[in-house]
């Protein structure tokens, strides 16, 4: 008896509900979830693989792997879905029935004068199921709002994922530029200290007056100072990766020998595009204005009578014989009067929170639009500068080699040597930076691509 009423009352149930909720989700909706999802079922596929020790030659893959697994923005991020998904279960379990049963038992002593003591012992039990719904249409709208917020954060999460990348990149490519940067710094000092000692040997043979031996020993000093201020970059840049990928570290990490540089393909119209269709912001900013609207659709439901459909069924008895049961079918309405303009100010409230979000909505869009045209142009920029910065490297090197050759020939100074070696220097460190800054420019384009 008591199926046959909670079925009668379902029926009932989705007849009431709004069109809205009875259709299957947007396109966007759909698409939205299944890149959400892949994401997650991609991240797990990769935590389930071990970690790579962090004392081992690291890739740039292995630190994003780690970051993934340690960052507190990740865990954030995925404790936010799961809080989300719990909140969607709750929405949808409001159209189940509940169940419970209890027992008592007691005891009565009673002493009346003129009467003769009295003991009583009583015992009882009962089982009930009951299903009470309440504002029919607002149960569609919640779980509509519900399932959307879920495919919000998950969103969120994949934003995360690839803020989380770019900055391991960042991070990961800025610690091997400085650790790079140690090596020319090193082979420049040990060229400098090869000049010192050879322009020494000259001054004890009178070939070259004392201020060479001078300038010589100032340019080593300036290049040694030069090394152990790289060697502290590496200190620094070594604890901001260690930091990104949220793990203590003290020691240096030992890094793969590899620089991302691939190449492009595409316009940036064909980036902005796919920036557009492709990033987890963009996608949740949609996501939000249709919540926006639903809570909007919501508030002037308030102007409309509220339902009531209910059902129970219940058995009792004493001594737990459960010989007598009770079963009850209820339906109400209440219509709203008046409100204290409540519901009006809630509409109002309602519109004005739809046209934040399709504002910020626009914000957005003009964001994604200079933030992708940056990346774009640096991108271009450091791809420009590397032909540049080897073809000067090369020249610098040749220039180096002439100005020594002339010096230990007796017929240069040790100030043209100088200025070559250090526009040597000079040379190696910015094509250093220009290969460098191309891959952090690209992994910043795969971000504000909304890709990893």
Request: glycine residues 4%.
């Amino acid at each position: 008896m008591m199926k046959k009423l909670i079925c009668l009352l379902y029926a009932g149930l989705w007849l009431c509900l709004p069109l809205s909720a009875q259709e299957t989700e947007s396109p966007l909706i759909e698409q939205a979830q299944s890149e959400a999802q892949q994401a997650l079922l991609s991240l797990q596929e990769e935590t389930q693989t071990p970690l790579p020790s962090l004392d081992s030659q690291l890739s740039v893959h292995d630190c994003v792997r780690i970051a993934m697994a340690n960052s507190p923005r990740a865990v954030s991020a995925r404790l936010a879905v799961e809080s989300a998904a719990i909140s969607l279960s709750n929405a949808k379990n409001v159209l189940l029935p509940t169940l419970s049963a209890g027992a008592n038992t007691g005891y009565t002593n009673t002493n009346l004068p003129g009467k003769e003591r009295a003991n009583e012992t009583a015992t009882s039990s009962s089982i009930d199921a009951s299903l009470s719904i309440s504002g029919i249409t607002d149960i569609g709208r919640n779980i509509r709002t519900q399932r959307l917020q879920l495919a919000q954060t998950r969103m969120s999460l994949c934003e995360v994922e690839n803020a989380i990348v770019a900055d391991v990149k960042s991070a990961y490519y800025a610690l091997m530029a400085a650790q790079r940067a140690v090596q020319i710094r090193t082979q420049s000092r040990d060229l400098y200290q090869d000049q010192y000692n050879r322009t020494k040997a000259f001054f004890d043979q009178g070939l070259r007056p004392k201020v060479d031996v001078t300038t010589a020993e100032v340019n080593l000093n300036n290049e040694i100072l030069g090394l152990i201020r790289a060697k502290n970059l590496v200190k620094t840049q070594n604890a901001k990766l260690a930091n990104v990928m949220g793990v203590p570290r003290d020691t240096p990490f030992v890094l793969d020998d590899y620089i991302e540089a691939e190449e492009i393909d595409f316009t940036f119209e064909e980036a902005l595009t796919r920036a557009y269709e492709n990033r987890p912001d963009v996608q949740s900013s949609k996501l939000g204005l249709q919540i926006r609207e639903i809570k909007l659709t919501q508030a002037k439901a308030g102007y409309w009578p509220t339902f009531t459909m209910g059902a129970s069924f219940s058995k009792s008895g004493d001594e737990f014989r459960f010989d007598s049961d009770q079963t009850k079918l209820f339906a109400g309405v209440e219509i709203p009067i008046f409100s204290a303009f409540k519901i009006s100010n809630n509409v109002k409230q309602a519109k004005v929170d739809l046209a934040s979000a399709q504002n910020s909505d626009r914000s957005l869009a003009n964001d994604v639009y200079l933030e992708v045209q940056n990346a774009f142009i640096r991108l271009n920029e450091a791809a420009e500068s590397i032909p540049v910065a080897a073809s000067t490297a090369e020249r610098a090197k040749e220039n180096m080699d002439l100005a020594r050759g002339r010096y230990n020939e007796g017929i240069g100074d040790i100030i043209t040597l100088k200025d070559a070696e250090v526009s040597y220097t000079d040379a190696e460190l910015n094509l250093l930076t220009a290969r460098f800054d191309y891959a952090v420019a690209l992994a910043e384009l795969k971000k504000a691509m909304g890709t990893k």
